[in-house]
């Protein structure tokens, strides 16, 4: 069907002022892509088809969503009675709503996921560190966009969450108390607040979709990596992106909105994970809600920020936590890549990933003696992980690498 | 391929784990389990005869309004019907109770909360609202007032009054008392998200039109693939 396309004198007269044409064979029918990529490399075009579901739904939430704080009748917000005529009155603003409030979740486990893959094939490694970091800056949005639109609908945990978080700023010293005020727009969480996060729930997922543009530019000069982790010399080797991957992709993507369609239309709450109980409940600064924590998302990084007794090591830990992923290009200095053929990696990096789903569990439980201590081990691990990688070379035998795919 | 039988694995395992421990107590006893029906138009009604003439004496659900009681078809009564219950009221106002805010603060020292998401705003959801109506007890120590001891209420101490005076009650009024707990558990199910109906109706044939595009695509993927050796 390209092909009749391109023959068309419409596409000659595009061709001619846009080089169309060769973009299309460049970036797409001649555009080389390993022929071994497994499922694990499905993940890329899935959280790019959230990022747009997430920004076509959003834009029609706003048409119908009020950012204020304002009371209305029986202990309830302008915002909160917006958020519930979405549900009740517009046509198909459940369908909507349901969409935005899962996709968010679904865009995490998506991204996690691409993140792993990543990780255990070492994808991040030359010549591909800038795609890694790239990637890192996408992921630290994302994370900033779910945090702002989880204000939006000022239930109680949209409300002790933002509490909790912007508190977290006057542990940082001499300026931290002034960020923390600038971010809430006066002294505690209220009107003023719902409205800059509101501003910022749009603007980051903007940046995103441009990010992503220059992530996905700096894939295409540096190519895929492979589950053998190898460089690719032969022409055989490789095959088209289209119709190869595209028809991958695609099966992909309906084999996810499978997954996700059944979450939206049959448990959208996903038992308390997707959407919170205690965001039912409207927003109520002087009642406290038994337990915050963040959604499942950020859990990981909420225990680490727990594990430590002082609030400043504490946040020092978790921002250090992420920020210490922009440097896994240069502190892993194997020169092979894949975990299959490192074996102790392979086991370090399974252990990792299971790590983050204790952090994640820690962080998302009511606080007791024994998980913290779990909590402060996986913490543990966590830095410990990375901090052993530069030393992994002088120890681990490595594999012989096959010659080709 | 080890990797992706792995995480698909982990992936199980949590989607799994999501579900189990979906729902943990809010606090107290153990819930019981609550016989609700969001489909049925008679359970439904007798729920709401229920909130109107017990609940509304002091609580609100302000996003119902008269109308919803006439246009969702779960509930569909007529505009006569309507009209008895509404009264004075708008159609299209909230289901709001005579009884002012500021007034249930003064009787009972606290603002009767709103239900039109009570299901979807308590942890155990329909089956809560089930345990508490028929959880009200005499205090085993003997000191907080009759009415105002609710064994599944986080805290037990409550300050709603035993509305379908579930207290000493006679052993042959048990039945129907959990029957009326539960039709207005059913009633405040439905009102917390009125298109719940539809979205399941919609989501099977959302789900039966994926199947077959998953399996086209997956056919059409493996004809194009069929040459590649890999």
Request: glycine share 10%; proline share 5%.
């Given at each position: 069907?390209?092909?009749?396309?391109?023959?068309?004198?419409?596409?000659?007269?595009?061709?001619?002022?846009t080089d169309a044409e060769a973009i299309i064979k460049s970036q797409l029918t001649e555009y080389p892509a390993p022929k071994n990529l497994n499922y694990m490399w499905n993940f890329g075009s899935l959280a790019l088809l959230v990022l747009v579901l997430q920004i076509l739904t959003g834009i029609f939430l706003v048409m119908y969503y009020k950012p204020s704080a304002e009371a209305t009748f029986g202990g309830f917000t302008v915002a909160f009675d917006s958020v519930e005529r979405i549900m009740r009155d517009v046509n198909f603003g459940w369908l909507i709503r349901y969409m935005h409030a899962v996709g968010a979740s679904m865009f995490f486990v998506v991204v996690y996921m691409h993140i792993g893959r990543g990780m255990y094939y070492g994808s991040f490694k030359a010549p591909r560190e800038l795609l890694w970091i790239i990637g890192v800056v996408i992921l630290l949005i994302m994370q900033g966009a779910a945090f702002f639109g989880y204000l939006l609908p000022w239930g109680q945990m949209s409300f002790w969450g933002a509490t909790v978080i912007t508190n977290l700023f006057g542990a940082i010293p001499v300026l931290?108390?002034?960020?923390?005020?600038?971010?809430?727009?006066?002294?505690?969480?209220?009107?003023?607040?719902?409205?800059r996060f509101f501003s910022l729930h749009y603007l980051f997922p903007l940046l995103l979709a441009a990010i992503v543009g220059g992530h996905i530019h700096a894939l295409h000069v540096v190519h895929s990596n492979n589950p053998e982790g190898i460089d690719l010399h032969k022409p055989e080797e490789t095959i088209p992106f289209h119709p190869y991957y595209t028809l991958k992709d695609a099966f992909g993507v309906a084999f996810f909105l499978l997954f996700y369609c059944y979450?939206?239309?049959?448990n959208p709450q996903m038992g308390g994970?997707?959407?919170?109980?205690d965001n039912y409940v409207p927003a109520n600064n002087l009642q406290t809600p038994a337990h915050i924590a963040p959604v499942w998302y950020l859990t990981p990084w909420y225990t680490i920020l727990r594990s430590f007794e002082s609030k400043l090591l504490g946040v020092a830990?978790?921002?250090?936590?992420?920020?210490?992923?922009?440097?896994?290009?240069?502190?892993?200095?194997?020169?092979?890549?894949?975990?299959?053929?490192?074996?102790?990696?392979?086991?370090?990096?399974?252990?990792?990933?299971?790590?983050?789903?204790?952090?994640?569990?820690?962080?998302?439980?009511?606080?007791?003696?024994?998980?913290?201590?779990?909590?402060?081990?996986?913490?543990?691990?966590?830095?410990?992980?990375?901090?052993?990688?530069?030393?992994?070379?002088?120890?681990?035998k490595t594999k012989p690498v096959p010659e080709g795919i | 391929m080890k990797m992706t039988k792995f995480v698909m694995a982990a992936v199980a395992a949590m989607v799994m784990g999501f579900s189990s421990q979906a729902m943990?107590?809010?606090?107290?006893?153990?819930?019981?389990?609550?016989?609700?029906?969001?489909?049925?138009?008679?359970?439904?009604?007798?729920?709401?005869?229920?909130?109107?003439?017990?609940?509304?004496?002091?609580?609100?659900?302000?996003?119902?309004?008269?109308?919803?009681?006439?246009?969702?078809?779960?509930?569909?009564?007529?505009?006569e019907e309507v009209d008895e219950l509404r009264g004075e009221k708008s159609l299209m106002s909230g289901m709001i109770s005579d009884l002012s805010i500021e007034d249930a603060v003064v009787s009972y020292g606290k603002a009767p909360p709103?239900?039109?998401?009570?299901?979807?705003?308590?942890?155990?959801?329909?089956?809560?609202?089930?345990?508490?109506?028929?959880?009200?007890?005499?205090?085993?120590?003997?000191?907080?007032?009759?009415?105002?001891?609710?064994?599944?209420?986080?805290?037990?101490?409550?300050?709603?009054?035993?509305?379908?005076?579930?207290?000493?009650?006679?052993?042959?009024?048990?039945?129907?008392?959990?029957?009326?707990?539960?039709?207005?558990a059913a009633f405040l199910t439905f009102i917390g998200d009125p298109h719940q109906n539809t979205r399941r109706i919609i989501g099977c044939w959302v789900m039966g039109f994926l199947l077959l595009l998953t399996f086209v695509l997956w056919r059409l993927k493996v004809e194009v693939w069929k040459d590649v050796k890999h």
């Open positions: 069907m390209l092909d009749k396309i391109m023959k068309t004198q419409l596409f000659a007269w595009i061709d001619k002022r931290g108390e002034y960020i923390g005020q600038v971010l809430v727009g006066g002294f505690a969480v209220g009107d003023p607040t719902l409205n979450i939206v239309f049959f994970y997707f959407i919170e109980v830990a978790m921002g250090g936590s992420l920020a210490i992923l922009f440097v896994l290009p240069f502190l892993c200095k194997s020169a092979v890549r894949s975990a299959r053929y490192r074996p102790m990696y392979k086991i370090m990096v399974i252990m990792f990933f299971v790590d983050v789903i204790v952090l994640g569990y820690c962080g998302h439980s009511a606080p007791t003696a024994t998980l913290k201590v779990v909590g402060q081990i996986a913490t543990a691990y966590y830095f410990l992980f990375f901090f052993a990688l530069p030393f992994l070379p002088k120890i681990e | 943990a107590s809010g606090g107290g006893a153990h819930l019981e389990h609550a016989n609700v029906d969001v489909t049925d138009q008679e359970q439904i009604r007798r729920g709401l005869t229920v909130f109107t003439d017990v609940c509304m004496g002091c609580h609100s659900a302000k996003y119902i309004t008269f109308r919803g009681l006439m246009d969702y078809p779960e509930i569909g009564l007529t505009r709103d239900l039109s998401l009570i299901v979807p705003g308590r942890r155990g959801g329909a089956d809560y609202v089930y345990s508490l109506l028929t959880g009200y007890e005499h205090d085993p120590d003997g000191k907080v007032p009759d009415g105002n001891w609710n064994k599944v209420f986080p805290g037990n101490r409550i300050a709603m009054p035993d509305p379908i005076s579930w207290l000493d009650h006679e052993a042959d009024e048990a039945a129907e008392l959990k029957q009326q707990a539960e039709d207005v």
